[in-house]
């Protein structure tokens, strides 16, 4: 980590650790992490003005080492940011009456898809979208909407993602670019001057403290994006690297917590705020 990284995000660290009391006390279920657990679809109030954690249900047509599909990091890594979110900004977050984020799960099809200003695809290497999906998607997108995939690994995955969204965004009207790091979504609150490489912490735990979880096919890690005709980020691509396991996995080892939430927490806020206010 650079010198003025680490400046910027000690704050975020002691936030964090000092915010852990109020995130155990939380009437949340976080053992659910360690099983399947049913999509919480939008309800009745939900979006009452206030930030939803928006994560994307689709079909998956193949399978990544790994992956689970869009259930993966589910449903704590929506959880964990939107507490820290609540806790780190003035942003409100939208609570349930234990407390609790309203996060919530849409089809791309569901008419609840326009209320997200803030949507997330993970395990992105393995879906497939219908042609309503693909329509649905583009009106979302070009309407002002926010996308982030995160935790894909490697050209084969990358390669299926890009087709799959060239459905959505044909690239010779939308091409895919390489985000520079003086680019506002990195310094939104924390000056993030690189892309960390977080691995799952199963693959981190089982190959002794490694981070790419492709080996040479994930040397390092690419964020990239795709903008409208105005230059507004609509779809932000974080591949080769797992940021939402640095969420969800904040609270079960402190070594990974230290190496890797406090970077991830910075990235996911930033990305936040850019999606709100852009």
């Known amino acids: 980590m650079s010198r003025r990284l680490r400046a910027r995000t000690a704050g975020l660290g002691v936030a964090i650790l000092a915010a852990s009391a109020v995130i155990a006390a939380q009437p949340y279920p976080w053992g659910w992490r360690w099983s399947r657990v049913p999509p919480r679809?939008?309800?009745?109030?939900?979006?009452?003005?206030?930030?939803?954690?928006?994560r994307i249900l689709y079909d998956s047509v193949r399978r990544e080492a790994g992956g689970m599909g869009w259930w993966t990091d589910y449903p704590s890594s929506d959880v964990n940011l939107s507490i820290r979110l609540s806790q780190i900004t003035k942003v409100p977050v939208a609570v349930d009456a234990r407390g609790v984020p309203k996060h919530v799960v849409v089809r791309l099809t569901d008419p609840a898809l326009f209320r997200c200003a803030f949507a997330m695809i993970e395990d992105a290497g393995t879906a497939a979208f219908s042609d309503a999906e693909v329509a649905a998607l583009?009106?979302?997108l070009l309407k002002g909407g926010f996308l982030w995939v995160d935790d894909?690994?490697?050209?084969?995955?990358?390669?299926?993602?890009?087709?799959?969204?060239?459905?959505?965004?044909?690239?010779?009207?939308?091409?895919?670019?390489?985000?520079?790091?003086?680019?506002?979504?990195?310094?939104?609150?924390?000056?993030?001057?690189?892309?960390?490489?977080?691995?799952?912490?199963?693959?981190?735990?089982?190959?002794g403290g490694l981070t790419a979880e492709r080996g040479s096919d994930s040397?390092?890690?690419h964020i990239r994006a795709i903008s409208d005709d105005h230059g507004r980020i609509m779809v932000l691509m974080t591949h080769d690297t797992d940021i939402s396991d640095a969420w969800e996995r904040e609270g079960e080892e402190?070594?990974?917590?230290?190496?890797?939430?406090i970077e991830g927490y910075g990235v996911g806020i930033n990305v936040v705020l850019y999606a709100?206010?852009?």
């Open 219 to 221: 040397p390092e890690p």
């Open 41 to 54: 679809f939008p309800q009745p109030g939900d979006f009452d003005g206030r930030f939803n954690f928006c």
């Open 138 to 140: 583009r009106a979302y």
């Open 152 to 207: 894909f690994w490697g050209p084969l995955a990358w390669s299926w993602w890009v087709d799959l969204i060239g459905r959505v965004l044909p690239p010779s009207e939308y091409p895919i670019w390489d985000v520079p790091p003086d680019h506002p979504i990195l310094g939104m609150l924390y000056a993030v001057e690189r892309l960390p490489q977080i691995p799952s912490i199963q693959f981190w735990r089982a190959s």
């Open 276 to 278: 709100l206010t852009h």
């Open 254 to 261: 402190e070594e990974f917590f230290y190496r890797f939430s």
